[in-house]
């Protein structure tokens, strides 16, 4: 990995570390969980190292798995739809109908299990 991107990839994951603990204190539950798709959106790992790091500090397990999950669902549709939209035609459906799959199965789950 390049210095530039490592940088930048370490700047993306502290200022979602801040804006986590920061929505936590202003929205609660729900806020966390809004974080957690609007993260999604560009990167998995910053959002699951924040939240796994908030469970110390008294962020409930049900939340955390919550927002992972949400996390990992909206990346999966934002990547599906980028395969869609690049290939096109077979591959992008071969692509995007799985990701489409797990991105409704796994809140889906986590829903019945936790909630």
């Keep these: 990995m390049e210095l530039t991107a490592a940088v930048g990839l370490g700047a993306f994951l502290a200022l979602v570390m801040v ?3 920061g929505v936590e204190i202003w929205l ?3 806020g966390v969980l809004a974080l957690a ?3 999604g959106i560009a990167d998995v790992d910053a959002i699951t190292l924040s939240l796994a790091g908030m469970t110390r500090t008294g962020l409930d397990l049900q939340t955390v798995v919550t927002g992972i999950v949400i996390a990992a669902a909206t990346n999966s549709l ?3 739809g980028m395969a869609t939209t690049i290939s096109g035609g077979r591959l992008g459906a071969s692509v995007a109908l799985p990701l489409a799959v797990a991105a409704v199965v796994g809140p889906v789950a986590v829903w019945i299990t936790l909630w």
Excluded: I, T
Aim: proline share 0%; net charge positive.
């Design 28 to 30: 609660g539950q729900v």
């Design 19 to 21: 804006l986590a603990k």
């Design 37 to 39: 798709a609007a993260s």
């Design 78 to 80: 934002v990547k599906g």
